[in-house]
């Protein structure tokens, strides 16, 4: 009958098993095992993103006829616009670490102002801190903001309300930012245009 392994093989399989053998009665498979588990806990963190941009108040024309503003009434004083957008930030915490208070920022092009800023953290036991001022009367391109805290699978959502003086407002145009070891993913972002009319005025009461 013919043999499946020969001698020569026979051999080289038996040096080969007394090299692995103590290898592995050695705790290789261990430290291996520890090793690939260090390296999945030592990546770059992802923290994933979601934009959707809605068009609130955007005059299709300009006529001397119509008043083509949007006002925001205080107490004291209002403010005009001329159009308003709602850019809708989420973000989730999408790596394997907690963190226990996630720095950020969100950067503007100079022509497209944040004038009011909405949180919507998911329960109590999480805050959003915002380190920037916004305020109708202190616009600014630049928001700061800190999670706090964002632990694993954790979402915040957080709502800017925009007016640009340029024709059109891009997802590209807000750019995220943060001083920690992490990489943005994208999630699907979306670009909703609202189906609003023209009008003469829009009055938002108290703020």
């Not at 993103?49 to 503003?69: M, V």
């Not at 909405?118 to 920037?132: A, F, G, I, Y």
């Not at 001083?179 to 943005?184: E, L, R, S, T």
Request: charge should be negative.
């Amino acid at each position: 009958m013919d043999t499946l392994v020969t001698n020569g093989q026979t051999d080289t399989i038996m040096e080969w098993l007394k090299i692995l053998l103590p290898l592995l009665g050695g705790g290789a498979v261990g430290a291996i095992i520890t090793m690939i588990v260090t390296t999945y806990r030592n990546k770059i963190q992802s923290v994933g993103h979601k934009i959707q941009i809605d068009k609130i108040f955007y005059p299709d024309a300009i006529s001397n006829t119509e008043i083509t503003k949007i006002t925001f009434s205080g107490a004291t004083q209002t403010y005009h616009f001329d159009n308003l957008f709602i850019a809708t930030v989420l973000l989730t915490n999408s790596g394997n670490k907690d963190i226990e208070k996630f720095i950020c920022g969100i950067t503007l092009p100079e022509n497209i102002k944040v004038v009011k800023i909405e949180t919507v953290p998911q329960d109590r036991h999480h805050t959003v801190l915002l380190k920037s001022d916004i305020k109708f009367d202190n616009t600014s391109s630049e928001i700061d903001f800190e999670l706090i805290p964002f632990n694993r699978k954790d979402a915040y959502e957080i709502k800017l309300y925009l007016t640009i003086s340029k024709d059109t407002l891009e997802l590209a145009d807000i750019k995220l930012g943060s001083p920690h070891p992490i990489k943005f993913v994208a999630m699907n972002s979306e670009l909703i245009w609202n189906s609003a009319k023209k009008v003469m005025e829009i009055t938002i009461g108290h703020y």
